[in-house]
């Protein structure tokens, strides 16, 4: 009886540790996954701000939509924040505390766009510079939708310039 209870618990232990196993792979998996959809989606940013990929509106939006950026639009606007005097920024503070700026700024920005129902993508696209690339409908509008995102970006240069120990441009 106590070889049995022995086996059983060897088998026990074996399934645990299967299981555990398998977790751990899925975890590793997905932790991959999105590593690879975060660089997919800053390659296609990249890609469409420099013109290396000239894509028709349908296979632009295809591939946005299968890096998780999928709200309709027929226009694209561009749009560029630089911190000023980067170097001394960057010599005044620690990569943390940098990257703290960074990513409060890059909030600001989206939080602003999301207000105004705007369907905002940003990334860094140099250490200094965050690229913004706004997707609108209603291309007989582009001359308002211009002029409110002209209002977005001083509001968010006011609120940097008001709340953070930096500027930008």
């Known amino acids: 009886s106590l070889v049995?209870?022995?086996?059983m618990d060897d088998e026990f232990a074996f399934i645990d540790k299967s299981l555990e196993s398998l977790i751990e792979h899925t975890n590793n998996y997905?932790?991959?996954q999105a590593?690879?959809?975060?660089?997919?989606?800053a390659?296609?940013?990249k890609d469409v701000l420099d013109g290396t990929r000239v894509l028709s509106m349908n296979k632009l939006s295809a591939e946005l939509s299968e890096?998780?950026?999928?709200?309709?639009?027929?226009?694209l606007v561009v749009a560029i924040i630089e911190i000023d005097y980067y170097r001394a920024f960057a010599e005044a503070y620690s990569q943390k505390d940098q990257s703290?700026?960074?990513f409060t700024l890059r909030s600001a920005v989206q939080e602003i766009a999301e207000a105004e129902q705007e369907h905002l993508w940003t990334e860094w696209i140099a250490p200094h510079q965050l690229g913004l690339l706004y997707r609108t409908e209603g291309a007989d509008r582009e001359r308002q939708t211009i002029l409110k995102i002209k209002t977005m970006a001083e509001r968010a240069r006011a609120w940097i310039e008001q709340y953070l120990t930096f500027t930008v441009t």
Do not use: I, N, T
């Not at 590593?35 to 989606?41: C, D, P």
């Not at 890096?67 to 226009?75: N, S, T, W």
């Open 30 to 32: 997905d932790k991959l």
């Open 67 to 75: 890096v998780g950026l999928d709200d309709p639009f027929d226009h």
């Open 35 to 41: 590593e690879g959809m975060l660089f997919r989606r």
């Open 43 to 45: 390659q296609l940013f």
């Open 100 to 102: 703290l700026f960074k």
């Open 4 to 7: 049995k209870r022995q086996d």
